[in-house]
């Protein structure tokens, strides 16, 4: 059967532009695989895993997976991480838990492990006092720091010691936090490097309050700040955790922005 040129044309340019429409899908990035681990005691953690996906809606591409734990208490082992390779479907896992008195050193393990291995994490306020009991350092090594008390809250001023460092880009100069905790730094881990820090209002010390830590092969970015729904609501803050998710993720450009496609 013969075919007329023209239905001939029309058919390799159709069969043209999908093969070219299929290349151009498969080379768009994938959305950056975000695991949220919360809950726990003192804070409220459905309005901050709310807005941390309104701000990186705005600036960045993100499929987000929530396990949120109801426990209200100190104590709590999170089902998750008892499955081998709990890690293994995600781009980066952010650590927004508060288990103090959790202390079991295998399960410590079971989740820095993953860490160790290469997966990149963010950690905030409470989770540098999760696992405050344990008599290992392996969850403190991973944090990049080591505290165990916090000072009032207040209005704290942020002096930013990185200023190059890409997380911090365009962070303000004169920023104050809204109403929050000021975590006491006891140690500071030597693969950590300070972005930013505060001072104590009773002694006059500075603590860093924004760092990066490397963990084995893993990225880590850290704040100790994070207590108060107002400090959740604040722009500034939250768009410094979502450069800092995209950092560990090695998404970040020089000056702060996502790398392309994201």
């Known amino acids: 059967m013969k075919y007329p040129i023209a ?3 029309m058919l390799l340019a159709s069969f043209s532009f999908s093969v070219s429409q299929a290349s151009a899908d498969d080379a768009k990035p994938k959305p950056l695989r975000v695991l949220v681990i919360t809950g726990g005691c003192c804070h409220d ?23 949120q734990d109801p426990r209200k208490g100190t104590e709590g082992e999170i089902d998750l991480y008892s499955k081998p390779d709990w890690g293994k479907d995600f781009d980066v896992v952010i ?3 508060c288990f103090a008195n959790t202390s ?12 160790k291995a290469g997966l990149p994490a963010v950690v905030i306020h409470c989770a540098m006092h999760t696992y405050r009991a344990a008599k290992i350092d392996d969850w403190r ?15 704290y001023e942020v002096t930013v010691t990185k200023k190059d460092h890409p997380i911090m880009k365009g962070f ?18 030597p693969n950590t490097t300070i972005l930013a820090t505060s001072k104590s209002e009773k002694n006059g010390k500075e603590h860093g309050v924004f760092w990066t830590n490397q963990f084995g092969k893993g990225r880590v970015f850290g704040t100790t700040y994070g207590h108060s729904n107002e400090t959740w609501d604040d722009e500034v803050f939250v768009s410094t955790l979502v450069r800092g998710l995209l950092w560990s993720a090695d998404k970040l450009d020089d000056n702060g922005k996502p790398a392309k496609g994201y």
């Open 45 to 67: 953690y459905t309005h901050q895993a709310k807005r941390f996906q309104q701000v990186a809606a705005k600036i960045t591409n993100i499929q987000w997976t929530i396990e």
């Open 141 to 155: 090594e991973f944090l990049g720091v080591s505290s165990f008390m916090h000072e009032h809250q207040s209005n």
């Open 104 to 115: 079991r050193p295998e399960y410590i393990r079971s989740i820095t492990d993953a860490h």
């Open 7 to 9: 239905l001939i044309v």
């Open 172 to 189: 303000p100069a004169d920023y104050k936090t809204p109403k929050d905790e000021l975590y006491v730094l006891q140690k500071v881990w």
């Open 95 to 97: 650590h927004n838990e």
